[in-house]
T-cell receptor, first 115, second 114 residues
Framework: EPEVTQTPSHQVTQMGQEVILRCVPISNHLYFYWYRQILGQKVEFLVSFYNNEISEKSEIFDDQFSVERPDGSNFTLKIRSTKLEDSAMYFC?????????????FGPGTRLLVL | GDSVTQMEGPVTLSEEAFLTINCTYTATGYPSLFWYVQYPGEGLQLLLKATKADDKGSNKGFEATYRKETTSFHLEKGSVQVSDSAVYFCALYIPDTGRRALTFGSGTRLQVQP
């Protein structure tokens, strides 16, 4: 069964450093998402991406964040200057629009720790 | 705005006990409803879903019925196993609004003891 993959599984970085989290969505899916989950808290929406542009973003997704689909398969989340509070699990998700009740498929996540 | 409220955990049960995890929602439109499960150290997996009123989603012995009149989508299982220990998230999204982000509840941790 096709699945969403994410790399790396874990990343440790120093405050102020840039990080890039990578995702490979399911190949025929058209919508891509990033969510994050701070330890012990709920999963929060960050941004959605469709047709090579951001279609929606939350208030969490400020100027420190950016997303890109650099080629036909990868979808990346960049954090320009990490802060301690960026420590979280970051999930990528994708789905294929067109039917009622579309299901978003999640990757296994990248655990980011900012020191 | 849209929101999902789940019962607080942890829920601790003995093996073979009956499980109910409550989920209620508020939504500006007609939502699709989901239950996702997160096993220890893993990502989110779709457990079941329902897209319209009175639909029942089911998978792996879990069931949930979309109740529009009570705006609820409670998760149930007749006989839990130790392997069901995980965090369960109720979620919704509103189709046909252009807003396709999922709104999650806070999650309910289930601990099943042998």
């Amino acid at each position: 069964e096709p699945e969403v993959t994410q790399t790396p599984s874990h990343q440790v970085t120093q405050m102020g450093q840039e990080v890039i989290l990578r995702c490979v969505p399911i190949s025929n899916h058209l919508y891509f998402y990033w969510y994050r989950q701070i330890l012990g808290q709920k999963v929060e929406f960050l941004v959605s991406f469709y047709n090579n542009e951001i279609s929606e973003k939350s208030e969490i997704f400020d100027d420190q964040f950016s997303v890109e689909r650099p080629d036909g398969s990868n979808f990346t989340l960049k954090i320009r200057s990490t802060k301690l509070e960026d420590s979280a699990m970051y999930f990528c998700a994708s789905f294929l629009a067109g039917a009622m009740g579309e299901t978003q498929y999640f990757g296994p996540g990248t655990r980011l720790l900012v020191l | 705005g849209d929101s999902v409220t789940q019962m607080e955990g942890p829920v601790t049960l003995s093996e073979e006990a009956f499980l109910t995890i409550n989920c209620t929602y508020t939504a500006t439109g007609y939502p699709s409803l989901f239950w996702y499960v997160q096993y220890p150290g893993e990502g989110l997996q779709l457990l079941l879903k329902a897209t319209k009123a009175d639909d029942k989603g089911s998978n792996k012995g879990f069931e949930a019925t979309y109740r529009k009149e009570t705006t609820s989508f409670h998760l149930e299982k007749g006989s839990v196993q130790v392997s069901d220990s995980a965090v369960y998230f109720c979620a919704l999204y509103i189709p046909d609004t252009g807003r396709r982000a999922l709104t999650f509840g806070s999650g309910t941790r289930l601990q099943v003891q042998p």
